[in-house]
């Protein structure tokens, strides 16, 4: 009986995986126990070894195997420019989109009033002091295009102001295979303000 217990607290906690319920986690739990040599046991070893070796870089806030990530390692990514962004979620997708090639620094998370998250709850003054540290020229806002992640964008810029240095978002509007007609009024908008020459 208390294999069927551990099961269902397994179940229960792949449950509060992001993307997972309760029916799905049962689902990925029972196909796990029916693989246990070749899928189970392996991932239980890899998560064990992943929890006790990951941690949050020193310098950006990625997450890194030693006390400073292989970005930030990289004399290749010193090029003067930082992306800001909200999460390691966030610099993972840059990352795959293989679209940047300088450093990053994780905020962790944006300003919210209504969770109780306000500026000294975000890296902000280790932001500025990288600005001196590693010669940055220019740093680029890539935060979502939310009420929250605008706030703490207009923040981080009126904060990094005296500092001289360039800072600059990431355009918005259309997307890449838009159609007018199923974007929203905030998107098209977005879109107008931001027009370049063509």
């Excluded at 551990?6 to 693989?35: C, F, Q, T, W």
């Excluded at 949050?56 to 400073?68: A, E, F, H, P, Y």
């Excluded at 905020?107 to 975000?122: E, K, N, V």
């Excluded at 979502?144 to 005296?162: F, S």
Aim: with cysteine.
């Amino acid at each position: 009986m208390d294999g069927h217990r551990d099961i269902e607290a397994l179940i229960g906690l792949m449950a509060r995986l992001p993307g997972l319920g309760p029916r799905s986690a049962r689902r990925a739990v029972l196909h796990l126990m029916k693989k246990r040599d070749s899928q189970l046991l392996p991932l239980a070893q890899l998560m064990s070894d992943v929890g006790r070796s990951v941690r949050t870089c020193l310098n950006c806030g990625n997450l890194s195997t030693g006390d400073i990530c292989d970005i930030c390692d990289s004399e290749k990514r010193a090029n003067g420019q930082v992306c800001v962004v909200e999460d390691v979620a966030d610099l993972w997708a840059m990352e795959r989109a293989q679209v940047f090639s300088g450093r990053y620094h994780v905020l962790g998370g944006t300003l919210s009033p209504l969770d109780d998250i306000g500026p000294d709850d975000l890296h902000i003054p280790k932001l500025r002091d990288r600005i001196a540290a590693e010669g940055l020229r220019e740093v680029i806002l890539a935060l979502n295009a939310t009420v929250d992640g605008q706030t703490t964008a207009h923040y981080v810029a009126r904060e990094l102001a005296p500092t001289g240095v360039t800072v600059s978002s990431l355009a918005q509007g259309v997307p890449v295979g838009g159609e007018l007609d199923y974007l929203d009024d905030g998107t098209l908008r977005a879109a107008l303000s931001s027009r370049k020459p063509f």
